[in-house]
Protein backbone atom coordinates (compact mmCIF):
# COMPACT_ATOMS: atom_id res chain seq x y z
CA UNK A 1 0.00 0.00 0.00
CA UNK A 2 1.56 3.10 -0.92
CA UNK A 3 2.06 6.16 1.89
CA UNK A 4 -0.65 8.22 -0.61
CA UNK A 5 -3.18 5.53 0.21
CA UNK A 6 -2.51 4.94 3.97
CA UNK A 7 -3.05 8.66 4.35
CA UNK A 8 -6.27 8.72 2.89
CA UNK A 9 -6.92 5.44 5.30
CA UNK A 10 -6.04 7.33 8.09
CA UNK A 11 -8.07 10.10 7.24
CA UNK A 12 -10.91 8.17 6.72
CA UNK A 13 -10.48 6.45 10.29
CA UNK A 14 -10.20 8.90 12.11
CA UNK A 15 -13.39 10.69 10.55
CA UNK A 16 -15.01 7.88 11.13
CA UNK A 17 -14.03 7.35 15.04
CA UNK A 18 -14.44 11.41 15.64
CA UNK A 19 -17.72 10.76 14.22
CA UNK A 20 -19.02 8.39 16.54
CA UNK A 21 -17.72 10.32 19.20
CA UNK A 22 -19.26 13.87 18.77
CA UNK A 23 -22.16 13.94 21.18
CA UNK A 24 -21.93 17.93 20.42
CA UNK A 25 -22.64 20.51 17.02
CA UNK A 26 -22.57 24.14 16.39
CA UNK A 27 -25.56 25.49 14.22
CA UNK A 28 -25.05 28.94 12.88
CA UNK A 29 -28.62 31.15 12.65
CA UNK A 30 -29.22 33.51 10.24
CA UNK A 31 -31.76 36.53 9.91
CA UNK A 32 -34.26 35.17 7.40
CA UNK A 33 -37.03 38.32 8.11
CA UNK A 34 -35.83 42.27 8.13
CA UNK A 35 -33.14 44.56 6.73
CA UNK A 36 -30.41 42.11 8.45
CA UNK A 37 -31.79 38.94 6.52
CA UNK A 38 -28.70 36.58 5.69
CA UNK A 39 -26.53 38.05 8.00
CA UNK A 40 -25.59 36.21 11.71
CA UNK A 41 -28.13 35.99 14.51
CA UNK A 42 -25.56 34.02 16.22
CA UNK A 43 -25.15 29.99 17.10
CA UNK A 44 -27.19 27.28 18.70
CA UNK A 45 -24.94 24.51 20.45
CA UNK A 46 -26.59 21.31 20.34
CA UNK A 47 -25.27 18.83 22.90
CA UNK A 48 -26.95 15.11 23.48
CA UNK A 49 -27.66 14.69 27.74
CA UNK A 50 -29.03 11.67 29.35
CA UNK A 51 -32.66 13.67 29.75
CA UNK A 52 -32.31 14.44 25.91
CA UNK A 53 -31.23 17.01 23.17
CA UNK A 54 -29.81 19.99 25.34
CA UNK A 55 -29.80 23.57 23.04
CA UNK A 56 -28.06 26.19 24.46
CA UNK A 57 -28.40 29.79 22.29
CA UNK A 58 -26.03 32.10 21.49
CA UNK A 59 -28.63 34.63 20.34
CA UNK A 60 -28.77 38.54 19.85
CA UNK A 61 -31.14 40.72 18.18
CA UNK A 62 -33.94 39.23 19.00
CA UNK A 63 -37.35 41.32 20.59
CA UNK A 64 -37.54 40.63 24.43
CA UNK A 65 -40.07 37.09 25.49
CA UNK A 66 -40.83 33.72 24.43
CA UNK A 67 -39.95 32.79 20.54
CA UNK A 68 -41.28 29.80 19.78
CA UNK A 69 -38.34 27.68 18.47
CA UNK A 70 -38.73 24.00 16.18
CA UNK A 71 -36.67 21.89 14.09
CA UNK A 72 -38.12 21.48 10.33
CA UNK A 73 -37.77 19.55 8.23
CA UNK A 74 -35.92 20.53 5.40
CA UNK A 75 -31.83 21.56 5.29
CA UNK A 76 -32.83 25.18 3.64
CA UNK A 77 -33.25 28.52 5.12
CA UNK A 78 -33.87 30.23 1.35
CA UNK A 79 -37.13 31.96 0.66
CA UNK A 80 -37.58 33.77 4.03
CA UNK A 81 -37.02 30.62 5.73
CA UNK A 82 -40.48 29.19 4.03
CA UNK A 83 -38.00 26.61 2.19
CA UNK A 84 -37.46 24.82 5.61
CA UNK A 85 -40.64 23.32 5.44
CA UNK A 86 -43.07 22.54 7.95
CA UNK A 87 -42.01 20.71 11.31
CA UNK A 88 -39.69 17.70 11.65
CA UNK A 89 -42.46 15.19 11.95
CA UNK A 90 -41.01 11.99 10.96
CA UNK A 91 -43.83 10.07 12.37
CA UNK A 92 -46.31 12.15 10.32
CA UNK A 93 -48.80 12.35 13.38
CA UNK A 94 -49.61 16.34 11.98
CA UNK A 95 -50.11 17.68 15.05
CA UNK A 96 -48.10 20.60 16.78
CA UNK A 97 -48.52 19.96 20.72
CA UNK A 98 -45.02 20.85 21.51
CA UNK A 99 -42.21 19.28 23.28
CA UNK A 100 -43.64 17.39 26.09
CA UNK A 101 -46.37 15.55 24.45
CA UNK A 102 -45.72 12.13 23.28
CA UNK A 103 -47.75 11.93 20.01
CA UNK A 104 -46.97 15.44 17.94
CA UNK A 105 -44.31 16.64 15.76
CA UNK A 106 -40.91 15.34 17.16
CA UNK A 107 -39.40 18.97 16.17
CA UNK A 108 -41.65 21.03 18.71
CA UNK A 109 -39.06 23.08 21.40
CA UNK A 110 -39.40 24.41 24.03
CA UNK A 111 -39.98 28.59 23.75
CA UNK A 112 -36.45 30.32 23.89
CA UNK A 113 -36.89 33.39 26.04
CA UNK A 114 -34.70 36.30 25.38
CA UNK A 115 -33.64 39.21 28.01
CA UNK A 116 -34.46 42.87 27.82
CA UNK A 117 -30.67 42.98 26.33
CA UNK A 118 -31.81 41.29 23.08
CA UNK A 119 -29.75 38.44 23.85
CA UNK A 120 -31.09 34.09 24.33
CA UNK A 121 -28.42 32.41 26.24
CA UNK A 122 -30.69 30.02 28.60
CA UNK A 123 -30.43 26.32 27.28
CA UNK A 124 -33.98 24.74 26.39
CA UNK A 125 -33.88 21.00 26.92
CA UNK A 126 -36.02 18.84 24.29
CA UNK A 127 -36.49 15.31 25.94
CA UNK A 128 -37.77 13.50 23.27
CA UNK A 129 -34.88 14.43 20.67
CA UNK A 130 -30.68 13.29 19.75
CA UNK A 131 -28.61 14.98 18.25
CA UNK A 132 -28.40 12.86 15.54
CA UNK A 133 -32.03 12.88 15.24
CA UNK A 134 -31.52 16.59 14.56
CA UNK A 135 -29.03 16.29 11.75
CA UNK A 136 -30.41 16.98 8.45
CA UNK A 137 -32.79 19.30 9.39
CA UNK A 138 -33.34 23.27 10.38
CA UNK A 139 -33.64 25.23 13.70
CA UNK A 140 -36.42 27.79 13.40
CA UNK A 141 -36.93 30.69 15.34
CA UNK A 142 -39.91 32.50 14.98
CA UNK A 143 -41.50 36.04 15.62
CA UNK A 144 -44.16 35.56 18.58
CA UNK A 145 -44.47 32.44 21.05
CA UNK A 146 -45.66 29.22 21.21
CA UNK A 147 -48.45 27.92 23.38
CA UNK A 148 -47.46 24.25 22.72
CA UNK A 149 -50.96 22.99 21.37
CA UNK A 150 -52.95 23.00 18.22
CA UNK A 151 -54.24 26.90 18.53
CA UNK A 152 -50.51 28.10 17.77
CA UNK A 153 -51.39 29.70 14.37
CA UNK A 154 -53.72 32.13 16.75
CA UNK A 155 -50.83 33.82 18.57
CA UNK A 156 -49.46 36.74 17.09
CA UNK A 157 -46.21 36.18 15.25
CA UNK A 158 -46.31 32.66 16.23
CA UNK A 159 -45.56 31.82 12.05
CA UNK A 160 -43.73 34.29 11.25
CA UNK A 161 -39.98 32.95 10.74
CA UNK A 162 -36.93 35.48 11.37
CA UNK A 163 -34.13 33.39 12.02
CA UNK A 164 -33.06 30.13 10.58
CA UNK A 165 -30.16 27.39 11.03
CA UNK A 166 -28.94 24.65 8.57
CA UNK A 167 -28.31 21.42 10.91
CA UNK A 168 -25.01 19.97 8.88
CA UNK A 169 -25.08 15.83 8.48
CA UNK A 170 -22.13 15.90 10.63
CU1 LIG B 1 -41.18 26.69 13.51
ZN1 LIG C 1 -45.12 21.56 15.75
Not at 97 to 105: D, E, F, Q, V
Not at 157 to 165: E, F, K, L, P, Y
Amino acid sequence: MSIKKITVLLGFLTGLLTGVAQASLVIPMQWVAGANSGKSAGYIRADDTPYGLMLTPHLQGFSQGMHGFHVHAIPLCDDGGRSAGGHFDPVRTNVHLGPYHGSGHLGDLPVLMVGADGKATLPVLAPRLTLSELKGHSLMIHAGGDDYSKNVQKLPGSMIRIACGVVPWH
